[in-house]
């Protein structure tokens, strides 16, 4: 873990620029990198040698921002993806193949339901989605002998539910298995999921890292803490040997990074959804602020949440910072600075009252999108989650009436401005 505190990461974790290079990370807009020696190339393409020789494996700019990820999360090593997606496919492939079988929360982001329940068992991989709050032993019962990983989110997006991380992380390493937690709404200003037992963890850093939905962008930290070799014979992708790299052994080369460098020697490798350079900059400039930009997305969902619950046309407010909220005293435990910048929220008129709502707002505006400096809303049950069955949108804690309300970096007195008047003109 870095002695630094957060603040100073955001800052400057990740570049160190020597003597008279550029203080700002550069873009190292370049698909490839220049040698002299024929034998060098040759020893990095069989991971004998670090060094950079193609962009889709490797790239300085991605490096340093995902180091400075990695810092922040207290990891050991960490990659870049091209989306938050893309982390979330990577971290479960780099450990299961066609016949093995995953655990999820079932209240996830929409795209990783459909990529669990529709894309994965396309491939052969087939998972169970259960309710976190379920106890442990009924939870125990999900489990199968070619389970390989248990995955949910720190806060999830939309039904703000907070992970009790202590019980999963429990529940996978009894079963042998890591947990992969998505953190990409809490971020690790708020939480930081490998202190309480996480073993990987996944963002989409289109989010809140970004901050000004300028970036597509994901990545995915290892803490190193697993031991692969301890269940040699369920994470054969580590402990053996990797034929398409001359024979070596994952765990045995690159002891707590095996997870990682697989992800990156093989799986990238392989699939290609690297980060673009030019991304990855944007990327880090959000990273900057994101010390000083989550605390006050907290602030003002607090003071929006605490509205909503005041006025007589709200039915109900789901914000785990909200004392009384279901969630609030996990809130407390995993995250207590501050959780997340979303609401949810239902009106007494239902679905319909929600669209009318919506349509009324002049300065919070209907996009797909949460997590940015501009207060955005949106109805999951017509929008993010359309795919899913009305029985599916009950699972994900999706109410059809619910709308989901990111707050933003404007100034919290006008967005309750700007929710009065949709409500009551
Ligand atoms: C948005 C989101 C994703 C997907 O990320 P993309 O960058 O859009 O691919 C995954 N998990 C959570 C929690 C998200 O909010």
């Known amino acids: 873990m870095s002695k630094q505190s957060l603040d100073t990461i955001c800052i400057q974790g990740g570049w160190e620029p020597k003597n008279g290079e550029p203080r700002q990370l550069p873009i190292y807009q370049s698909t490839t990198f220049k040698y002299t020696s024929s034998e060098q190339m040759g020893r990095l393409f069989d991971l004998e040698e670090s060094g950079y020789f193609y962009t889709r494996l490797a790239n300085p700019t991605n490096d340093a921002v995902a180091s400075k990820i990695c810092q922040l999360e207290g990891g050991v090593g960490a990659m870049l993806t091209s989306s938050g997606q893309a982390a979330t496919f990577y971290a479960v492939l780099n450990i299961c193949q066609a016949g093995d079988h995953v655990i999820s929360s079932s209240t996830i982001y929409g795209g990783s339901t459909n990529l669990f329940t529709v894309t994965f068992p396309k491939m052969g991989v087939e998972c169970t989605l259960v309710n976190p709050d379920a106890d442990e032993e009924e939870l125990a019962k999900a489990f199968r002998p070619n389970t390989k990983a248990v995955f949910a989110e720190s806060i999830a997006n939309p039904a703000l539910t907070v992970l009790d991380f202590e019980k999963f992380a429990r529940l996978a390493h009894g079963h042998g298995v890591p947990l992969i937690v998505d953190n990409t709404f809490a971020t690790p200003i708020n939480c930081r999921p490998f202190e309480w037992g996480a073993d990987i963890v996944t963002h989409s850093t289109t989010k809140y890292m970004d901050g000004h939905a300028a970036t597509v962008g994901g990545c995915i930290v290892d803490s190193g803490n697993f031991d692969w070799e301890a269940q040699h014979d369920k994470f054969k992708g580590l402990t053996e040997p990797d034929e398409s790299y001359h024979g070596i052994v994952y765990t045995q080369k690159f002891g707590k990074l095996a997870y990682i460098q697989k992800a990156t020697a093989q799986l990238m490798r392989d699939l290609g959804s690297i980060q673009s350079p ?16 989550v605390p006050r997305h907290c602030e003002s969902a607090f003071k929006v949440a605490s509205y909503l619950q005041s006025r007589e046309d709200v039915a109900w407010v789901k914000y785990p910072g909200l004392p009384g909220d279901t969630y609030y005293e996990l809130a407390q435990k995993y995250m207590p600075k501050g959780t997340c910048g979303v609401i949810s929220f239902g009106l007494k008129g239902g679905r319909q009252a929600a669209s009318v709502f919506m349509d009324k707002l002049k300065l919070c505006s209907i996009e797909t999108h949460v997590a940015d400096s501009r207060t955005a809303v949106l109805h999951p049950a017509s929008h993010t989650h359309r795919q899913l069955t009305d029985e599916q949108l009950v699972e994900a804690g999706v109410d ?4 989901r ?3 933003g970096l404007e100034s919290a007195g006008d967005i309750i401005e700007d929710i009065r008047q949709a409500l009551e003109d």
């Open 405 to 407: 309300f990111s707050v």
């Open 278 to 293: 030019q991304n990855a900059f944007l990327i880090n400039i959000g990273l900057e602020t994101l010390h000083l930009r």
């Open 400 to 403: 059809p009436s619910m709308v």
